[in-house]
């Protein structure tokens, strides 16, 4: 695979820890919401240390499509059909809030950063559509109901939301990254209590944020019973600039698709799939690219992997009841860069004693009686009682063969290995035996 956002930028270098420290507060994880929860809580002037297992950005940040919108494929209007006006308005401020703060972070970091509207779209509800513009400005944001999109295909109703925004993601974390107390090739083995072990050395802390994508600690929390994991397929490729979007779009649909803008460069994917699962993948994204822009030469092509929660709303506050001091960042549901941005928001206001006002909404604690629940442990039993000795080294479940990719990917959490069985993606914390 080959990624857009790693070529040609140089990234800080940061040590590796030597020997055991102390601190207030220890951050695990150095993607987009580690980072971000570091610089929150630098400027909040607490003391923080952050470790990350290999190199910032170079998980799933380096991944990611780089949108930062308000926007979701999660509908207000079915928000407040389920829970209500009043945590529909809780999410709709959270993300408008991230969006601010990556506008006023972007005013000092050299990042492409441009401000542009985001828009969903139906090609077969338009119904849907206009109920979802209608929610939303009931919720007191500007959005707009339309009935074209600048893309080859013909649709049935749309919603645009103004002011939004799309960046370089690297660029951003590099430079947000600078002056930041990071240790890189620092794997934490093990947490007991707030006390982190790794390889060079313990680390006592006061606090501890969990932001490894998805939570390691199966003790508390039940993250492996609350998400699963799915894979989205992204292609690049080179147009005319007269022919740029203006704009990102999604499509509102469980395998719609997505685009995007970067200089010359038209960047869109699809063909999600759960982690496992051997549907999708990048064969309907080639079809599409085939039919509507085939005399566009490919540029870059890669995969990446998204925490999907049981009701399509992050899990951001108190990693569990027997963990009062951990905190948890993790189920961003494709839409990682607000979500990290709310997480950096309430979890320094956690640990400085401040109340957000939209923190309930993404309350890890909250019910877990969801249809989704039952899935995920029907797909858990069924593959913990598969035949095969290609085990994930994370809960034992069988590993399926993902060809498109080479790899070896759990269907239960979403845990992947290398043909060698080297660990790619977490929750899983060693390596497997895949021979």
Not at 63 to 75: K, P, R, S
Not at 95 to 111: D, G, Q, Y
Not at 242 to 252: D, F, I, P, S, T
Request: charged content about 25%; hydrophobic content about 35%.
């Amino acid at each position: 695979m080959k990624y857009l956002w790693t070529d040609g930028v140089s990234k800080p270098a940061f040590e590796k820890l030597t020997g055991s420290i102390k601190t207030d507060v220890l951050i695990i994880g150095g993607g987009m919401a580690g980072i971000l929860c570091a610089k929150a809580l630098q400027d909040t002037g607490i003391d923080y240390v952050l470790v990350e297992g290999r190199e910032i950005g170079n998980g799933i940040t380096k991944g990611t499509t780089a949108v930062i919108t308000a926007q979701h494929d999660l509908l207000y209007s079915d928000l407040m059909d389920k829970y209500g006006k009043k945590k529909a308005k809780m999410y709709l401020d959270a993300n408008l809030s991230a969006v601010s703060r990556f506008k006023e972070h972007a005013k000092t970091i050299e990042c492409d950063f441009e401000i542009l509207p985001s828009v969903m779209y139906s090609v077969s509800d338009g119904e849907k559509m206009q109920k979802e513009a209608k929610a939303v400005k009931s919720l007191g944001f500007d959005a707009e109901y339309i009935t074209d999109v600048p893309l080859p295909v013909k649709i049935k109703g749309g919603v645009r939301y103004p002011d939004m925004a799309q960046f370089h993601p690297l660029r951003f974390l590099y430079g947000l990254a600078e002056g930041l107390n990071v240790f890189e090739n620092t794997y934490v083995t093990k947490l007991e209590g707030t006390t982190a072990f790794t390889h060079n050395g313990t680390i006592r802390a006061k606090k501890i944020i969990v932001a490894t994508h998805f939570p390691f600690i199966n003790k508390s929390g039940f993250y492996f019973v609350k998400m699963y994991q799915k894979r989205l397929f992204v292609l690049v490729v080179e147009r005319p600039a007269a022919e740029k979007l203006g704009c990102n779009l999604v499509e509102h649909s469980g395998e719609g698709m997505f685009f995007r803008d970067y200089g010359n460069l038209l960047i869109f994917g699809g063909g999600e799939r759960k982690t496992g699962k051997q549907k999708g993948g990048f064969l309907p994204v080639r079809q599409f690219a085939n039919t509507h822009y085939k005399n566009y030469p490919e540029r870059y092509f890669w995969a990446n992997q998204d925490c999907i929660t049981l009701d399509d709303i992050p899990y951001i506050g108190v990693y569990g009841r027997t963990l009062p001091n951990v905190y948890v960042a993790t189920g961003f549901n494709e839409w990682g860069m607000t979500s990290s941005m709310i997480a950096s928001i309430i979890l320094s206001n956690m640990i400085s004693g401040k109340r957000t006002a939209f923190e309930e909404v993404f309350n890890p604690s909250r019910s877990v009686l969801k249809p989704r629940l039952f899935s995920n442990l029907g797909s858990t039993v069924i593959n913990l009682a598969t035949p095969t000795p290609k085990r994930c080294a994370h809960l034992g479940c069988a590993l399926k063969q993902n060809h498109d990719e080479g790899t070896w990917d759990c269907p239960c959490h979403g845990s992947r290995f290398d043909k060698k069985g080297r660990i790619i993606d977490n929750p899983a914390m060693k390596d497997a035996k895949v021979k």
